[in-house]
């Protein structure tokens, strides 16, 4: 896939993200013209003592914020907060002031490796899918 100016600096710091990180491990990942999609591993992770979800409710599935909060260092929410916003001033820098992110983020536990197998090949087949995407006639951002 060929990136646009903003998604090469997506691609380019979702890479040093494991540079910087070394407790970060990247599996799959692929930059969509209107979306970001990635497995990623935290060796040692840190127990997220601020999460939403009281102790006794099992869950593969959360929305994380990555806004303003008292994230736990190396969890994923920091992780993925630290990318975003290392994006977005890179990208700003380039009179793209109309990019954002979402405020949040979709996080999945991967519970075997059948799962894993899926998702991994999702991801891989993501920008073939690209045509039939309902937002696939969406306006690109242009830079002041």
Same mark, same amino acid.
């Given at each position: 896939? &060929?990136?646009?100016?903003? +998604? ?17 491990? @990247?599996? $799959?990942?692929? !930059? ?8 990623? +591993?935290? &060796?040692?992770? %840190? ?5 939403? #979800?009281?102790?006794? !409710? $099992?869950?593969? &599935?959360?929305? %994380?914020?990555? /806004?303003?909060?008292? @994230?736990?260092?190396?969890? @994923? /929410?920091?992780? %993925? /907060?630290? #990318? *975003?916003?290392?994006?977005? *001033? ?8 109309? #990019? ?15 799962? #894993?197998?899926?998702?991994? &090949?999702?991801? *891989? ?20």
């Amino acid at each position: 896939m &060929q990136y646009s100016a903003i +998604g090469e600096i997506i691609a380019d710091e979702w890479q040093r993200t494991a540079i910087v990180r070394p407790y970060v491990v @990247l599996d $799959e990942w692929v !930059v969509m013209p209107n979306h970001f999609h990635a497995i990623v +591993g935290i &060796q040692n992770p %840190v127990f997220d003592q601020f999460s939403r #979800f009281p102790d006794d !409710v $099992e869950t593969t &599935q959360r929305v %994380v914020s990555t /806004g303003v909060s008292r @994230l736990q260092p190396k969890s @994923l /929410g920091a992780i %993925v /907060g630290q #990318f *975003k916003s290392m994006c977005t *001033k890179r990208i700003w820098a380039m009179d793209y002031h109309e #990019f954002a992110w979402q405020s949040r983020f979709y996080d999945r536990i991967i519970p075997d490796r059948f799962a #894993f197998d899926r998702i991994r &090949q999702y991801i *891989k087949t993501n920008p073939e899918r690209w045509k039939t995407d309902k937002f696939f006639k969406m306006k690109p951002i242009q830079s002041n």
